[in-house]
Every structure is written in structure tokens, then in C-alpha cells.
């Protein structure tokens, strides 16, 4: 059952949080699972997450890998070691800076002479844990930046080479690396007209208003790929979203200090899933769900409802609104690309 058919959630975030560390048994792939004669691009995959994932399907035999990074050189380390564990597999880095319009621009459209593009992880994330920053080439908030609006044009961009590869029975799969915060985000400005130009309206910097930031950012990923499985035939392309649930070993709060960091790790290796139970989730989104899971979030290693938000009159509304201005969004960058 699709995430929007099922009933929402009123439990707190403390509740699924226990759930989901404590009573969710991690489950490996399939002993069945293979991804020969596939290609695969798992954004920020030089670390954390990313780079177990991009391990463990080159394990499953994935043909050709691609490591879409913000620092080549950074990504050209990690994949030595992965070149070395995988000699018959081709294993590539590619510069992709989610803060710029124009580095994801440039990626999407080299990505159009892959031979074929089987897999889209859209996996790099970013957490503000320290103070707002304002991408100076886009005007935007950088968490909503990177999160959410240089993800969806990336989405929308990639779309077109995924569908050319798509075969009768094996569709191709675009998967979007959410949260479980995106059921417990606040998002307070949901009424804002316009909704995206009011995210750079910011207050005071705390952690918690980094947080919220962060959760809803996760929470319009689910919109937005809701709203997206209703353009895309799941018989080409199956769209979802997939938490990987708490896990330790990210690169997710890179940026924290001091308390912060010592309360996350402390929590972090006491109760986190480890990277390879965080990457099985991946696997479950991209490889193990079916059609069934097009336009639906992952979690648990089974399909989740959304945020209870948008199964309300008010929170629909939301939910077109961010998705007409993210059409707007994406034309006027595309017709800005032409010209």
C-alpha cells in the first residue's frame, strides 16, 4: 500500500525512534540480489553512508559506479581502495557541488552520455548544526539548498536518462535519501505565499532551529516525491524516498562542535544502526521494494505513511504550493541552461 493510503502517525518522534532502533530487526539484501550489467550514481558517496552503499553493491556485482562528489579529490581516494577491492568494475568520480545550480547542471548533462543510468541514489544531505549560511549564488539557505531544491532539480534532470534505460523488466530507480524526521518537522511556515523564498527569512541560529530546518527539508523531499510519482510511469521509473534511520559513522554532522558533537556520538554508539544496516536500507529502496513503493517513503525496511500533516486540507495545500513553485523553479533554471 502506497505511503499516502496509509493512516498517519500522531505518535511523537521518541516513540518511532524506539521503534526503529530498538524493535526494527535490520535486514540484508536478498540472497538473490545483483546489480550486473547495472549503472549506478549514488551522490556523496566518497563517505559515511554513501561510500558503504556504493561497497556493498559493487559486493553485488555492480557493473559501473558512479561517485557524483563535491571534492574529486576526496572522492578519488575512496575510490582507489574500492577499484582495488573491485578490478572488473568501473568505477568513476564525478564533480557534483549541491550548492550550485550550475555544477548540477553540468553533472545531469554529462550524465546523458552514460551508455545507460540504471540507479539514481540522490544521497548527499547537509545538517546546519553551527550557524545560517546564504549560498551567494543562489540567494537560498543552505540546508534547504542542498536538501531540497539542487535535489529536485537534480531529479527532474536526471529523469529523461533514466527512462531511456528503463527495460520492460526492470524499471530504472530514482530514490531520494529522506529521514524519519520527515514525519516530525514543525514546519511553521507551511502557509507562507511563496513557501520557498520564505525559508531565508531567518532568526537567531540555535541547534534546534537547525534541526526543525533540517526535518522539514526531509519532510518536502516526501512532497516532492509524491508529487513527482504522479508524472512518472512506475513501469520506467520507480520514484521514492528511503530513510536509512540513525545511524552512526555519517559525515551528516560534519559540522557540529563541542556538546553537540560528544552528545551525538555518545548516543551514536550506544544506539545507532550501523553503516552497513544504514546501507541495507538503501538497498531495500532501490533494489528489494517494487512498483509498490512508487511515490512512497521507506523506513524500516517496509513503507511508511507520511507526515500526518499532509493528509489535512491545510497541508495538501502546502504540498501543491511547494510543488508549483518547484515547477516554476526548475523551468526557469532549464530555460536559463538553453539560453
Given amino acids: 500500500m502506497a505511503s499516502?493510503?496509509?493512516?498517519?502517525d500522531h505518535r511523537g518522534q521518541g516513540a518511532r525512534?524506539?521503534?526503529?532502533?530498538?524493535?526494527?530487526?535490520a535486514l540484508p539484501p536478498p540472497a538473490s540480489t545483483t546489480f550486473a550489467d547495472q549503472t549506478t550514481i549514488i551522490t556523496g558517496s566518497n563517505t559515511g553512508?554513501?561510500?558503504?552503499?556504493?561497497?556493498?553493491?559493487?559486493?553485488?556485482?555492480?557493473?559501473?559506479?558512479?561517485m557524483a562528489v563535491r571534492s574529486v579529490a576526496k572522492g578519488e581516494k575512496a575510490a582507489v581502495v574500492l577499484r582495488k577491492a573491485h578490478p572488473d568494475a568501473k568505477i568513476e568520480v564525478w564533480e557534483l557541488d549541491m550548492l550550485k545550480y550550475d555544477s548540477v547542471r553540468s553533472f545531469a548533462k554529462r550524465c546523458e552520455a552514460l551508455p545507460?543510468?540504471?540507479i539514481a541514489l540522490l544521497n548527499a544531505g547537509y545538517w546546519e548544526m553551527d550557524s545560517w549560511k546564504i549560498e551567494p549564488s543562489t540567494g537560498h539557505e543552505t540546508t534547504v539548498q542542498v536538501n531540497y531544491l539542487s535535489t529536485a532539480l537534480l531529479a527532474f534532470l536526471l529523469l529523461p536518462t533514466l527512462k531511456k534505460s528503463s527495460r520492460a523488466s526492470r524499471p530504472s530507480r530514482l530514490s531520494i535519501v529522506s529521514s524519519g524526521l520527515a514525519l516530525a518537522s514543525q514546519f511553521t511556515n507551511r502557509d507562507a505565499?511563496?513557501?520557498i523564498p520564505s525559508f531565508d527569512q531567518l532568526g537567531p541560529f540555535t541547534i534546534m532551529a537547525g534541526s526543525e530546518r533540517y526535518a522539514t527539508t526531509k519532510t518536502m523531499e516526501c512532497m516532492f516525491v509524491y508529487k513527482l510519482s504522479q508524472?512518472?510511469?512506475?513501469?520506467e521509473v520507480i520514484v521514492n524516498a528511503v530513510d536509512p534511520g540513525f545511524t552512526k559513522g555519517t559525515a551528516l554532522?560534519?559540522?557540529a562542535k563541542g556538546v553537540v558533537i560528544k552528545v551525538v556520538s555518545a548516543i551514536a554508539n550506544t544506539a545507532a544502526r550501523s553503516p552497513t544496516q544504514g546501507a541495507w536500507c538503501y538497498i531495500d529502496g532501490i533494489a528489494v521494494k517494487g512498483k509498490d513503493s512508487h511515490g512512497s517513503f521507506v523506513m524500516n525496511w517496509q513503507i511508511s505513511c507520511f507526515h500526518s500533516m499532509m493528509y489535512t486540507p491545510e497541508g495538501k495545500q502546502t504540498t501543491e504550493r511547494l510543488w508549483e513553485e518547484t515547477l516554476a523553479g526548475?523551468?526557469?533554471?532549464?530555460?536559463?541552461l538553453r539560453s
Avoid: Q, Y
Avoid at 17 to 25: G, L, Q, Y
Avoid at 52 to 66: G, P
Avoid at 330 to 336: D, K, L, T
Fill in 4 to 8: 499516502i493510503s496509509l493512516p498517519p
Fill in 17 to 25: 525512534f524506539i521503534d526503529a532502533t530498538f524493535r526494527t530487526k
Fill in 49 to 66: 553512508l554513501g561510500l558503504r552503499c556504493a561497497e556493498i553493491m559493487l559486493d553485488l556485482h555492480l557493473s559501473h559506479l558512479v
Fill in 116 to 118: 545507460r543510468l540504471d
Fill in 193 to 195: 505565499v511563496p513557501l
Fill in 231 to 235: 508524472l512518472v510511469n512506475a513501469d
Fill in 253 to 255: 554532522h560534519r559540522d
Fill in 330 to 336: 526548475v523551468r526557469n533554471i532549464a530555460g536559463s
